[in-house]
């Protein structure tokens, strides 16, 4: 398993860098697999040290860049199977010992000043071991903000109405209300690393040019005391915010027209 600095500097950090010093009091989030293809569940062997040399060498890449002070977003979304080698939904405890290890070895690095996110998807997905958030959650040592991500779609119901889609999101297992208690109960900070509309058409049910998403997604960051929160304007399957012109149109109004992303 491997991270290469050269390839990080060069592609990300170093811009990253650059847009942060044209920006004074920038902050800069930056997502951290645990795990790389090849290695899918190998939670015990991180744990053990085998691939502390390619943690040390992201966490130093982050430092030497100037970024010694990021929001490291470590293997997000554990509770989507799909997401990636890193998934706790088949060992959710597994997923906790490796992410409070790769916490331990960042720390170490000199010059870190990092703070950890660990962001979540949302809902349950059935047939798993995966039970609830803190089958996998770390603990409060090692964890400073907890995120869910959310998307307008409800998996298995492209008829439902945005106000029917809204009340899944918010009231299915593991979806926004019970995240907001995790958060409080936690004494955490909350935050969204990635929320947007989603295009009709395909399985994910999305709700295609729903400006009441974006309108609600506005409030909840308000009555869920959102830290932060990132509108995911790349197309990885669900379109770009420019594709939803009523949508784009309550971004504007709620967020301002200088934060639109992609222009």
């Known amino acids: 398993m491997d ?4 390839t990080m500097h060069r592609h990300q950090l170093g811009p990253w860098r650059k847009w942060r010093d044209e920006r004074p009091g920038s902050a800069f989030v930056y997502g951290i697999p645990m795990l790389v293809d090849g ?3 190998a939670f015990a062997r991180g744990v053990a040290g085998e691939f502390d040399e390619a943690y040390v060498r992201a966490a130093r890449a982050l430092v030497e860049s100037g970024h010694g002070d990021a929001l490291v977003r470590l293997g997000w979304e ?3 199977r799909a997401i990636g080698p890193w998934q706790a939904t088949d060992d959710p405890a597994g997923y906790a010992a490796l992410f409070r290890h790769v916490v331990e070895v960042f720390r170490a690095t000199s010059g870190a000043d990092f703070t950890f996110e660990l962001s979540s998807s949302l809902g349950l997905q059935p047939g798993r071991r995966l039970r609830g ?5 770390p603990g409060d040592a090692y964890v400073d903000w907890l995120g ?3 998307y307008d779609l409800k998996w298995g119901d492209p008829r439902a109405s945005p106000a029917g889609r809204w009340s899944w999101i918010r009231s299915q297992v593991m979806g926004l209300d019970a995240h907001v ?13 990635e ?4 295009r009709r058409g395909d399985a994910f049910a999305g709700g295609g040019d729903d400006a009441a998403f974006v309108d609600r997604m506005a409030e909840y960051f308000v009555w869920g005391e959102v830290a932060y929160q990132a509108y995911f304007d790349h197309d990885w399957g669900g379109g770009t915010l420019a594709e939803f012109p009523a949508g784009r149109a309550v971004y504007v109004k709620r967020f301002g027209s200088r934060v639109v992303p992609g222009g």
């Open 3 to 6: 991270f290469d600095p050269v």
């Open 133 to 137: 958030f803190a089958d996998y959650y």
């Open 39 to 41: 290695f899918a569940g």
């Open 181 to 193: 208690a995790f958060v409080r109960a936690r004494g955490k900070r909350n935050v969204c690393a």
């Open 148 to 150: 869910m991500n959310a």
């Open 78 to 80: 554990p509770n989507n």
């Open 195 to 198: 929320w947007g509309l989603h």
